[in-house]
Nanobody, 122 residues
Framework: QVQLVESGGGLVQAGGSLRLSCAAS????????MGWYRQAPGKQRELVAA???????NYADSVKGRFTISRGNAKNTVYLQMNSLKPEDTAVYYC????????????????WGQGTQVTVSS
């Protein structure tokens, strides 16, 4: 019913930049929030950044000042601009969205993308 498709991961040297993209598609009535999580090997999945429908954002302390989350003009896309990358940013990054579908307009459901690998070499 709803799909989140990520792109933009890869291998980069420390200090470099990457831009992740996520596009939501399907029988969407409204998208209430979109965000990025990451999971490194042996660690729990953690919130990296999130943006709400009104435009407010929040970031993990570890990425503040280096990462920027934004939404596309169509509002069904979200981007994560990652600058000054560090080896500790290495993880699988997952797109997440709170979506209300046309089939159930009163019900907000959380959806996840398949994940994209980001590897930062030292």
């Amino acid at each position: 019913q709803v799909q989140l498709v990520e792109s933009g991961g890869g291998l980069v040297q420390a200090g470099g930049s990457l831009r992740l993209s996520c596009a939501a598609s399907g029988i969407i009535s409204s998208i209430n929030a979109m965000g990025w999580y990451r999971q490194a090997p042996g660690k729990q999945r953690e919130l990296v950044a999130a943006i709400r429908s009104g435009g407010s954002t929040n970031y993990a302390d570890s990425v503040k000042g280096r990462f920027t989350i934004s939404r596309g003009n169509a509002k069904n896309t979200v981007y994560l601009q990652m600058n000054s990358l560090k080896p500790e940013d290495t993880a699988v990054y997952y797109c997440n969205s709170a979506i209300t579908t046309i089939l159930a307009p009163g019900l907000e459901v959380e959806y996840w993308g398949q994940g994209t690998q980001v590897t930062v070499s030292s």
